[in-house]
T-cell receptor, first 114, second 112 residues
Framework: EPEVTQTPSHQVTQMGQEVILRCVPISNHLYFYWYRQILGQKVEFLVSFYNNEISEKSEIFDDQFSVERPDGSNFTLKIRSTKLEDSAMYFC????????????FGPGTRLTVT | EDQVTQSPEALRLQEGESSSLNCSYTVSGLRGLFWYRQDPGKGPEFLFTLYSAGEEKEKERLKATLTKKESFLHITAPKPEDSATYLCAVQGSRGGSEKLVFGKGTKLTVNP
């Protein structure tokens, strides 16, 4: 069964460093998303991406964040200068069709900022 | 602003003891309500999508129902492997938003 994959599974970085989280969405999906979940809190939407453009972003997704689809299979989230409060699980999701349609989530990358 | 409230926060059942989880929502024009299962340290696993009041969907021991203000996830004769956190999420129509708005989840523990 096709699935979303994410690498790395765990990333430890120092405050102020740049990190890139990588995702490979399901191959025939066209809509891509990033969410995050701070420990013990709700899953929160960050950004949606379609046709090589951001289609929607949340207030969390400020200038420190960027997304890119560098080739036909990868989808990346970059955090330019990490802060302690960026520590969270980051989930990539993809969907075959536009809303409302189910989004399939990857296993997540645990980001720890020290 | 779209909101989702799930109750109870945690539920302990004995194997075979049926129960229901609640998801109350407020949304400007519901486009879809989604149920996911999340195991510790893992990503949400899709279970169901419901689109309109009165709709029901079933999968093995799980059945999801939807009204205009809430959704229920009924678990019939649960097994220990059903232990997980169950998440409810909504997608509203405001501005053509694609984002899912999640509740905090109900942590289900099924004891053998």
């Amino acid at each position: 069964e096709p699935e979303v994959t994410q690498t790395p599974s765990h990333q430890v970085t120092q405050m102020g460093q740049e990190v890139i989280l990588r995702c490979v969405p399901i191959s025939n999906h066209l809509y891509f998303y990033w969410y995050r979940q701070i420990l013990g809190q709700k899953v929160e939407f960050l950004v949606s991406f379609y046709n090589n453009e951001i289609s929607e972003k949340s207030e969390i997704f400020d200038d420190q964040f960027s997304v890119e689809r560098p080739d036909g299979s990868n989808f990346t989230l970059k955090i330019r200068s990490t802060k302690l409060e960026d520590s969270a699980m980051y989930f990539c999701a993809s969907s075959e069709r536009r809303t409302p349609y189910e989004q399939y989530f990857g296993p997540g990358t645990r980001l720890t900022v020290t | 602003e779209d909101q989702v409230t799930q109750s109870p926060e945690a539920l302990r059942l004995q194997e075979g003891e049926s129960s229901s989880l609640n998801c109350s929502y407020t949304v400007s024009g519901l486009r879809g309500l989604f149920w996911y299962r999340q195991d510790p340290g893992k990503g949400p696993e899709f279970l169901f999508t419901l689109y309109s009041a009165g709709e029901e969907k079933e999968k093995e021991r799980l059945k999801a129902t939807l009204t205009k203000k809430e959704s229920f996830l009924h678990i019939t004769a649960p097994k220990p492997e059903d232990s997980a956190t169950y998440l409810c999420a909504v997608q509203g129509s405001r501005g053509g938003s694609e984002k899912l708005v999640f509740g905090k989840g109900t942590k289900l523990t099924v004891n053998p």
